[in-house]
């Protein structure tokens, strides 16, 4: 984990949001043949492109989020280059990885030693599927923290998610909840779980409407946003309803990180004749501070 | 992966159920904490009692599932313990892979790559909370096979689940699915989704009235249902609704399977005094006898 127990993740994220003026993720999801010349389309060459990427794009980055498929689609030894890339992200520097689990609660249990300890990642992606049991495990611990899927930015999102769930009253008939979409439920249930601090949203910047009025649900939990760069999600909705709903002092950036994986990435591959490793860290570089210009910290 | 292509799973996993009388699923899933005496709280005593539970269980066990959180707990070593276990299964014998994943398009095509190819295994668990689309990477290889997440056998499974969706009309005003529970909803959907045998749905045991009602709303889709053994699930609804509805002589078993794993693996601890392996082995291998005549391949 990247600091010492005792802060919490939303601290260490925006002492590095103020560090670095942004709210970019960086997301390191290398894919074997989509790699530049000179890099063989296997598990050494996804490491050690990734290892480029994120050494000439980490200054420009408030957080990193590995998905883990990429590294897993390779075994034993795609999780080992996971555990090596790890290493190499500095201690401020927060980690998220990306993997969209939850499960039965003993499991659930084995799960975030897996992504906490093991992995020593310092937050999670989770999904809400399961139920509030599922997901305790991963949010009692008060210096990590968990994203729970709530409107995703991929086009079959709404097959489920948009679904509209009846109203739920108390036992004594008092209405706590309206007739609304699934997405709406989930971020409503998600602001009462946990101690506080430790649990937060994915919110696709593709659906900027329901980002608005996820916002307006659970006014204090921090987002991770992907969608924008590759999938075509729209920065400014992001910027205007992403932070939480503070003074802007206590969490510069407002809790708020907003992801680029392929935006940044696919710079390596702009100059494919003869490029060489400096010029693709320099493309890199250059990628990531313009993404970290368009995602600044407001005021 | 088990057998040649040409296969379907379905076919893999009735000639299994069908060699071995029964619809018996082998969980493994091994922690560390509840291993037996002479067995080191680690990767090497987790790798070597899941294989001893393996060897001793197997002949009445229709498939094996994994957990892979229990392999994750240990970051790559974890994943290559899996991969020496996964080696040891013989080629009869379906391998089912509990993940519970899914992600967007791209990322999901890559988390296929890592359950289906590099880890080598038949069969995964998914969670519907991303779409279809999320999903389709799973199912359109006609020899592997997908289990979605339908009703859970968790004690908060119905916090999400259980909540009560809207009526669904085509656009000329038919109504194509009634106001009913999510779990209902996705069942409803999931029985259009693939080529045709390769999806089915997870429905735990512990919920036998659910169960009965998803036969009802996916007569063809296959069960793996989780929850009898520690979890108090009972068997004569699973046996009774399991199975889906053909003449028998299609698939023995009816595509039914039906984990244990604790069940089977607390029986190595029994006699925790002075126990010695082949005495381990025994009284597990009578723990999955047992089992397996509990869950028999019905005429």
């Known amino acids: 984990v990247s600091e010492a127990a005792g802060t919490t993740y939303l601290d260490r994220l925006a002492a590095r949001s103020a560090a670095t003026g942004t709210v970019l993720c960086l997301g390191l999801d290398p894919v074997p043949t989509a790699l530049p010349k000179g890099f063989s389309p296997d598990v050494h ?8 990427v994120l050494e000439a794009a980490l200054p420009y980055a408030a957080a990193v989020k590995p998905n883990l498929s990429f590294y897993e689609a390779f075994g ?19 980690v998220i990885a990306d993997g969209k689990r939850a499960d039965i609660d003993t499991t659930s249990a084995r799960q975030s030693v897996a992504y906490y300890d093991a992995l020593g990642v310092d937050a999670v992606t989770i999904n809400p599927y399961l139920g509030q049991e599922a997901v305790l495990t991963y949010i009692e611990r008060p210096d990590r923290f968990a ?10 999102a709404a097959d489920f998610q948009a679904l ?9 008939g008092i209405l706590t909840a309206p007739s609304e979409p699934l997405w709406a439920r989930v971020a409503r249930e ?10 937060g949203l994915v919110v696709g910047a593709t659906a900027p409407a329901e980002l608005r009025a996820v916002r307006t649900i659970a006014p204090k939990l921090p987002f991770l946003v992907p969608g924008v760069g590759a999938q075509g999600g729209s920065i400014d909705p992001v910027l205007a309803y992403g932070p939480v709903e503070t003074d802007g002092s206590q969490w510069p950036g407002g809790g708020l990180v907003v992801n680029v994986s392929r935006g940044i990435a696919s710079a390596a591959l702009e100059d494919a004749a003869g490029s060489v490793s400096g010029d693709l860290q320099e493309r890199v570089a250059a990628a990531a501070r313009s993404w970290s210009e368009r995602l600044p910290v407001l005021p």
């Open 45 to 52: 060459g996804i490491e050690r492109f990734a290892e480029q």
């Open 190 to 199: 998600v602001a009462g779980w946990g101690p506080g601090g430790t649990v």
């Open 147 to 156: 994203y729970v899927l709530c409107r995703t930015s991929n086009p079959g």
């Open 164 to 172: 509209r769930v009846a109203t739920h009253e108390r036992e004594d």
């Open 76 to 94: 034993s030894a795609g999780v080992a280059a996971f555990e090596r890339l790890r290493a190499h992200i500095p201690a401020d520097v927060p």
